[in-house]
């Protein structure tokens, strides 16, 4: 390919990248797409799912979180490479479609707003539920009003969006360095009740560094709710096209993935391992409430409700953001209806983001009618959808990168370290997770639900196609992922 044929495709893509974000209103500043950043990688899954990963893996569950943390900065890099070679809203089925093909990214576009509808069902139910710790007030009621604020909020504008979210984050960073310095405190100075037993020997002394019951084993089985404790970290990705300085902002947001995961889990459950023994710790019960406990200090549950409450909150708030424009990215390349293309003078998808609040409200009822082990079903089928974007990330950036060595496209200016093997090896991982999922029957029946949300969406693309089946959306060459002859 001749230099001119790159230079065309490069402006080819920068001109797809306006239509693409076009009525979107760059107002995520620096201070605000950290923060997003950050919340990301802090969840429910850290403060009350760690528990049950204790309860089976013992100490090594820090390990797991380490070596899932650094799989996890693999990908944020690999997303990194496409953001700056082109940095667009929606991005992952934008890649997707460039690089891989029509099909896959409206598969990657419907499902990664399933992940958030079905997401934000549950956030908003749990910080419902939270809710009554304070109050004796219908759940439906508490979670209807949060659904409410956090749609108004969305509409008004994307930079209030960035504030609530900058706010969420705060929250949840404080309570852990909090906890850190707590903790640090009694190790140091012997203060509270756990001042006489607290020791970081007890990460190795109570039957192990392994002492989970199948020993390595029962670590490798704690994987998946260790993945599923880092869902949304991608979020950043979908701000490119409203940040202010994209070119800046989102390479320094994503090197501190590193540092953020070293701190906020490795740091966090290692000083809170070596207060309380980890055979203290049960499913169900945050470590941080057990913690307090053992601190004797009794405000510890209200506080950690508190947190526990921005963070499902902090969840809601992402879904609503991500799914409007999501609908839209789908709607503007002919993938979706094209309803989903309206935005409010502000900037923000009207429809999109309506039709989403409108489900995570009806969802919200079912859960409320006929709670049990279906609606766990479909949260289980949450992390597949979630870590499909992952996988799409990671298969995109390989095909770029082949691409951009060959000349074919611009070199990104965000390099990923190690090319494309690291990429292959997080996706090796992210396969060894899936097959964890499969060996635990309580999640095996969301592999199941995947191949059948793949056949609804199959046979409604085919659907849309056989109704224009000259149309870009479904042309190899479609829009801004047309790819250059080869």
């Given at each position: 390919m ?18 693409a ?7 995520l500043?620096a201070?605000q ?9 802090i ?8 528990g ?7 100490p090594?569950?820090i ?12 990908i944020?890099r690999?997303?990194?490479?496409l953001?700056?070679y ?6 992952f089925?934008?890649?997707a ?13 419907w ?12 956030e ?20 209807l ?12 504008s ?29 190790l ?39 993945m599923f404790?880092?869902l ?11 940040s ?8 320094k ?54 947190v ?7 969840s809601?708030?992402?879904g ?12 503007l ?12 003078k502000?900037g ?14 009806v ?42 060595d060959?000349?074919?496209l ?9 090319g494309i ?34 056949l ?27 790819s250059?002859?080869?």
């Amino acid at each position: 390919m001749t230099s001119a044929q790159v230079d065309q495709q490069h402006d080819g893509n920068e001109a797809a990248d306006t239509a693409a974000g076009e009525g979107y209103h760059r107002a995520l500043g620096a201070r605000q797409i950290q923060m997003i950043a950050i919340g990301g990688a802090i969840g429910t899954g850290l403060f009350l799912g760690a528990g049950k990963g204790i309860s089976i893996a013992g100490p090594s569950l820090i390990l797991a979180y380490a070596i899932a943390g650094l799989v996890i900065f693999f990908i944020m890099r690999a997303l990194g490479e496409l953001l700056m070679y082109r940095p667009v809203s929606g991005s992952f089925s934008e890649y997707a479609r460039e690089f891989i093909g029509p099909f896959a990214g409206f598969v990657t576009g419907w499902t990664y707003w399933l992940f958030w509808v079905v997401t934000g069902i549950t956030e908003v139910t749990a910080a419902a539920t939270y809710m009554t710790y304070w109050w004796d007030i219908p759940q439906w009621l508490s979670a209807l009003v949060f659904t409410v604020i956090l749609y108004g909020a969305n509409l008004i504008s994307v930079k209030l969006f960035g504030e609530l979210e900058f706010w969420f984050s705060m929250v949840k960073v404080t309570a852990i360095v909090g906890m850190i310095l707590i903790c640090a405190g009694i190790l140091t100075l012997g203060f509270s009740d756990a001042g006489d037993t607290a020791s970081v020997t007890h990460l190795w002394d109570l039957g192990g560094f392994f002492a989970g019951e199948n020993g390595i084993g029962s670590t490798l089985m704690t994987l998946q709710m260790v993945m599923f404790a880092f869902l949304a970290v991608e979020l950043v990705g979908v701000t490119a096209g409203e940040s202010k300085d994209p070119k800046t902002v989102l390479p320094k947001a994503i090197n501190t993935v590193p540092w953020r995961i070293a701190v906020f889990y490795v740091g966090a459950l290692i000083m809170i391992l070596s207060v309380v023994p980890w055979t203290e710790f049960k499913p169900g019960v945050s470590p941080f409430v057990a913690a307090f406990e053992k601190m004797g200090l009794g405000v510890g549950a209200a506080i950690v409700n508190f947190v526990v409450l921005t963070a499902a909150l902090s969840s809601c708030n992402s879904g609503m953001y991500s799914t409007g424009r999501m609908l839209r990215d789908l709607a503007l390349n002919g993938q979706g209806p094209k309803v989903f293309t309206r935005l409010t003078k502000s900037g923000t998808p009207l429809v999109g983001t309506t039709v989403s609040a409108a489900l995570m409200t009806v969802g919200v009822w079912i859960n409320y009618q006929w709670p049990g082990e279906a609606f766990n079903y479909v949260v289980s089928f949450a992390t597949i959808s979630g870590m499909w974007a992952w996988i799409v990330i990671l298969i995109c950036q390989i095909r770029y990168r082949v691409r951009a060595d060959r000349g074919e496209l611009p070199q990104s200016s965000f390099k990923a370290p190690g090319g494309i093997w690291l990429s292959a090896f997080s996706l090796a991982f992210i396969a060894m997770v899936v097959t964890t999922m499969a060996m635990d029957k309580d999640n095996r029946v969301a592999l199941y639900g995947a191949p059948v949300w793949g056949l609804i969406l199959a046979v409604a693309y085919l659907v849309l196609k056989a109704r224009n089946p000259e149309g870009a959306a479904f042309s190899k060459e479609s829009g801004a992922s047309a790819s250059v002859s080869e």
